[in-house]
């Protein structure tokens, strides 16, 4: 049964980058089947999608954080990781890795994980 | 890249029916037959309920259908139970991305 988890710094200061990084259990990050995806959630708001890879190296980003966004994929490890430069504290948010079909649904999700955005 | 557009609350008895609208464009409800929703209790990851507009993944009650009409799409739960109370999010492909709805809260009275 496929699983991810999440893992990475909780605190990250202002105008640093946050990175994360997800690792897949269960499961192959090579896998023809699946994207490999982000989606965040600040408190008590809902979910953005922030972008996808394919195990090749295929990246879509969402436009507004196209800019900020880097998602690289470690097939030796079984992970994939998220890297958002420039934080602000409209950053701060729980983050979410998850598996993606073919048809962009998000299938499997990790558990997330809160990362606060603070000096 | 504007969010899709869902009321922000519903709310039903058990046993009774609700339905759920999730409002786009032809840029991304519209265009494609990449709908999908998500079911979140609080403090909890989402889970994945249709896909492809209206397909269930192995294990979602039947209760749990899915459907599109032009720039709008709708999840509808009947014979509501207790445990359907959450939040719930659609999502729609908008070509080599993709946009969340703004969630909406469901309660069972």
Known sequence: QLQLQESGPGLVKPSETLSLTCTISGGSISSSSYYWGWIRQPPGKGLEWIGSIYYSGSTYYNPSLKSRVTISVDTSKNQFSLKLSSVTAADTAVYYCASQGVEWELRTWGQGTLVTVSS | ?109
């Open chain 2, 1 to 109: 890249q504007s969010a899709l557009t869902q009321p922000r609350s519903v709310s039903g008895s058990p046993g009774q029916s609700v339905t759920i609208s999730c409002t786009g464009t032809s840029s991304d409800v519209g265009g494609y037959n990449y709908v999908s929703w998500y079911q979140q209790h609080p403090g909890k990851a989402p889970k994945l309920m249709i896909y492809d507009v209206n397909k269930r993944p192995s294990g979602v009650p039947d209760r749990f259908s899915g459907s599109k009409s032009g720039n709008t799409a709708s999840l509808t739960i009947s014979g509501l139970q207790a445990e359907d109370e959450a939040d719930y999010y659609c999502c729609s492909y908008a070509g080599s991305y993709t946009v969340f709805g703004g969630g909406t809260k469901l309660t069972v009275l």
